[in-house]
């Protein structure tokens, strides 16, 4: 007797598996350094460990539900109502909030490519489709071939601001104009996971954004606590958005699901915010560095500003990437793409310059110039 299969719907059958920054190869001699997931070189800070410990004398309970303690430590960090917050599973689980709360199927969500590559799998994973705009030469987002793909199914515009993995953001006119032309059924959301990283000051802040255009209900930004903040393995992160859609966003949330140490940490971290932005100024500081030092080597590379650079290497990226590895770096690689290295602490990214440096003469020499 044949043998069925539980059924599946058919679409998870080519949703991409997400590919997760790969850790390093060990190569006898040489300290090995994971720069493929935009994680957080610095170790936690002490008041924040001291804060996740106490927190784990009552793991027997469930956490808050809805975590207003953090909400309310958002609310007064980013002069917002507590109604203006929604708070998941890490930016990615608000996103899947978000595409749950405004997409049925075959409802469409805008967002250039290559962009983040959560994206398209969370958009297929809650039943739409996802729309897939190719990024200008310059890395930017195509921000007039996003408004020209909107159709009567648009629910969700996706903007990676600044854009992971090519690390170039919009400027405030040109987000301005685009938000001017986006109809109002439909959210923009700016997706600012390293907006803390950001250094050039053509670049808007969302949330003052947000702020001043408060009258439209349809612009949200999403922000979170594993990169600046550098708590990645806990899973918090939030949305400000309008009344009306936050509360939408806070009902598609998985029961309990932001754990206790998760919001005993980020309160932490918050408190903690000088320090922890002293940290983030030595990455960017780091990122000029690694940054001036591959354009001296010849490498045309975007003026990144999260806490990662982009090498457009076309087919030599899978080459790239193995030099990488052969010492002990672990990069990200995308495809024919390129490849995004992290910032990470000074002695991997000295390492990571001098494979740079040694892979640009191998071509040189392979082109006999
Ligand atoms: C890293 C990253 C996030 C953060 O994801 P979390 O789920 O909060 O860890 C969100 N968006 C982009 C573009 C990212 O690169």
Avoid at 142 to 159: G, N, Q, S, Y
Avoid at 267 to 287: D, F
Avoid at 314 to 323: A, D, P, Q, V, Y
Wanted: charged fraction near 20%; glycine fraction near 6%; include cysteine.
């Amino acid at each position: 007797m044949n043998r069925a299969s539980p059924y599946l719907r058919p679409t998870i059958d080519a949703i991409p598996a997400y590919i997760a920054g790969k850790p390093p190869q060990q190569v006898s001699s040489l300290t090995s350094y994971k720069i493929s997931s935009n994680e957080n070189p610095y170790e936690t800070l002490p008041e924040i460990h001291e804060a996740i410990v106490s927190s784990l004398r009552e793991v027997n309970r469930y956490p808050q539900m809805d975590p207003i303690a953090l909400r309310e430590a958002l609310a007064h960090r980013f002069s917002i109502s507590t109604e203006n917050l929604a708070v998941g599973t890490g930016s990615v689980g608000v996103l899947q909030q978000f595409i749950q709360a405004t997409c049925e199927a075959g409802d469409e969500v805008i967002h250039a490519w290559r962009s983040f590559e959560a994206y398209p799998i969370v958009t297929a994973v809650n039943g739409a489709t996802s729309i897939a705009i190719p990024l200008r030469v310059d890395e930017s987002h195509d921000l007039p071939a996003m408004l020209a793909a909107i159709t009567p199914k648009t629910r969700l515009i996706l903007v990676c601001q600044p854009n992971n993995p090519t690390g170039v953001a919009a400027t405030n006119e040109e987000l301005r104009d685009f938000i001017e032309q986006v109809p109002e059924e439909i959210t923009i959301l700016l997706d600012e996971a390293y907006i803390e990283f950001v250094t050039d000051p053509a670049i808007p802040d969302g949330v003052e954004l947000f702020r001043e255009l408060v009258d439209r209900e349809n612009i949200a930004i999403l922000r979170t606590f594993s990169k600046a903040y550098g708590l990645a393995s806990l899973r918090v992160g939030f949305a400000i958005a309008a009344p009306i859609v936050a509360s939408a966003i806070r009902k598609c949330a998985v029961p309990f699901g932001v754990s206790g140490p998760a919001q005993a940490a980020a309160i932490a971290a918050l408190a903690c915010e000088p320090q922890l932005m002293k940290r983030v100024s030595a990455i960017t500081a780091e990122r000029k560095r690694v940054i001036d030092g591959l354009r001296l080597q010849g490498w045309k590379t975007p003026d990144s500003q999260g806490n990662f650079v982009w090498l457009r290497l076309g087919n030599e990226t899978k080459s790239f990437s193995e030099l990488c590895t052969s010492y002990a770096l672990s990069v990200r690689a995308y495809g024919d793409d390129g490849v995004r290295v992290t910032i990470g602490e000074v002695a991997a990214n000295d390492r990571f310059l001098d494979v740079a440096r040694e892979f640009q003469e191998s071509v040189r020499v392979r082109e006999g110039s």
